[in-house]
């Protein structure tokens, strides 16, 4: 046992005169494994690995080309919250003068969801191409068509 018995810490504080047992080491020793375990498991003070990994790499970009069937489906490198699809060089929404009606080049698909003209499920991403033009006034999906450069960007 120590003369001056403990540190802050509660470790044990020792004279030149003082002759440690083995116990006061092994005390000592399971004490310092349990406050520093508790520190480096305390996310509030230290980021996790994917926390980490999400900080330092918050998005990823690529790209696809349509291919003009109905869906076709892209697998991200990791299950991303949200993604952004895009048809590259043309405006969100397109006017077809032509037929009276809108076409849709951009959608944001959320986790477990679906929206103007794509889906995110899990990994995967489902990009829809309508195949016939809607009446006058409608919406078109328009993600996938032949030959035609799209883009995404996955957020963690």
Do not use: C
Request: aromatic share 10%; proline share 4%.
């Amino acid at each position: 046992m120590p003369t001056n018995h403990k540190t802050s810490l509660g470790l044990n504080s020792w004279l030149g005169t003082d002759k440690p047992k083995r116990i006061d080491f092994v005390e000592d020793n399971t004490l310092l494994d349990s406050l520093l375990t508790a520190h480096f498991n305390d996310t509030e003070k230290h980021l996790s690995a994917d926390d980490r990994t999400m900080l330092s790499q918050a998005f990823v970009m690529g790209n696809y080309l349509g291919d003009g069937q109905a869906q076709q489906t892209i697998t991200m490198p990791f299950e991303p919250r949200m993604v952004l699809v895009f048809f590259m060089n043309r405006p969100a929404i397109y006017y077809r003068s032509s037929g009276g009606y809108y076409e849709n080049n951009f959608a944001i698909a959320l986790k477990g969801s679906a929206m103007g003209g794509a889906r995110l499920n899990g990994a995967t991403l489902t990009v829809s191409e309508d195949q016939t033009a809607p009446a006058a006034g409608g919406i078109r999906m328009n993600l996938n068509s032949q030959d035609s450069a799209y883009a995404y960007v996955a957020f963690r």
